[in-house]
C-alpha cells in the first residue's frame, strides 16, 4: 500500500534559526496536504497543494510540491516559540484514502 | 458551526469490553475518517466513508466496526475492546477527497 515517510523525526532549533522537513511517498499523489498538531491538540489544516513542482507561502512557511509529485517539502524561515508542535503531511493518491507520514516534532528554545 | 464534536474525550474500558465513539460534524461535509494516533507515531486510518451509506477500511480496520446513515454521524465501534487499541483517536470530515480535513478535538481510550 502507499507509504509516507517523512524526515527528521525531531528537530530543535534556536528562535530565529529556519527549519524544514521533507516528506516522500512511495507513490504519484494527485495531492499532498500539511497539519500542525500542538502538543495535547488535533491536528490543524494548514495547505493543500495539487499541482507539479507548486510552491505556496504562508507568512514565514514556504510549502512546494515536488515535479514527480512523490515528494513535498515545508520550510519555515526565522521560527518562532508559536511555531512549536508537530507537522505532519498527507498524501493523498486519489483512492480516497489520506496516508499520514511519521510527522516531524519542532521544538524551538528561545 | 460546532465542527467536528467527538464524545466522549476520555475512556477506561476493560479488556473485553465494547463500545462506541461518536463523531458528528456540523458542515455538512461528505467524507469522514477515523484515524487512532500512538504516542510519538503519525496517524493512522482506521476505517473512512465518501458519504452516507458508504464506508471503507483503512489500513488498521481489524477490531473496529463503523457505519454511516446518515451524513452527519460517523459512530466508531470497538468490538471487544484489547491493552493494544488504547490510543488517542481522531475523527476527520472533509468536504471532499480534494479538501483539507477538520479534525475533531479526540477520544483518549485506555484499555486495562
Known amino acids: 500500500g502507499q507509504q509516507v515517510m517523512q524526515i527528521p523525526q525531531y528537530q530543535h532549533v534556536q528562535e530565529g534559526e529556519d527549519f524544514t522537513t521533507y516528506c516522500n511517498s512511495s507513490?504519484?499523489?494527485?495531492?499532498i496536504q500539511w497539519y500542525k498538531q500542538r502538543p495535547g491538540g488535533h491536528p490543524v489544516f494548514l495547505i493543500q497543494?495539487?499541482?507539479?513542482?507548486e510552491v505556496k507561502k504562508q507568512k514565514r512557511l514556504t510549502f512546494q510540491f515536488g515535479e514527480a509529485k512523490k515528494n513535498s517539502s515545508l520550510h519555515i524561515t526565522a521560527t518562532q516559540t508559536t511555531d512549536v508542535g508537530t507537522y505532519f503531511c498527507?498524501?493523498?493518491?486519489?483512492?480516497?484514502?489520506?496516508?499520514f507520514g511519521g510527522g516531524t516534532r519542532l521544538m524551538v528554545k528561545p | 458551526n460546532a465542527g467536528v464534536t467527538q464524545t466522549p474525550k476520555f475512556q477506561v474500558l476493560k479488556t473485553g469490553q465494547s463500545m462506541t465513539l461518536q463523531c458528528a460534524q456540523d458542515?455538512?461535509?461528505?467524507?469522514m475518517s477515523w484515524y487512532r494516533q500512538d504516542p510519538g507515531m503519525g496517524l493512522r486510518l482506521i476505517h473512512y466513508s465518501v458519504g452516507a451509506g458508504i464506508t471503507d477500511q483503512g489500513e488498521v480496520p481489524n477490531g473496529y466496526n463503523v457505519s454511516r446513515s446518515t451524513t452527519e454521524d460517523f459512530p466508531l465501534r470497538l468490538l471487544s475492546a484489547a491493552p493494544s487499541q488504547t490510543s488517542v483517536y481522531f475523527c476527520?470530515?472533509?468536504?471532499?477527497?480534494?479538501?483539507?480535513?477538520?479534525f475533531g478535538s479526540g477520544t483518549r481510550l485506555t484499555v486495562v
Open positions: 497543494l495539487v499541482k507539479s513542482g
Open positions: 458542515m455538512n461535509h461528505e467524507y
Open positions: 498527507a498524501g493523498d493518491n486519489a483512492g480516497n484514502m489520506l496516508t
Open positions: 476527520a470530515s472533509s468536504y471532499s477527497g480534494a479538501y483539507g480535513y477538520t
Open positions: 507513490t504519484t499523489l494527485s495531492n
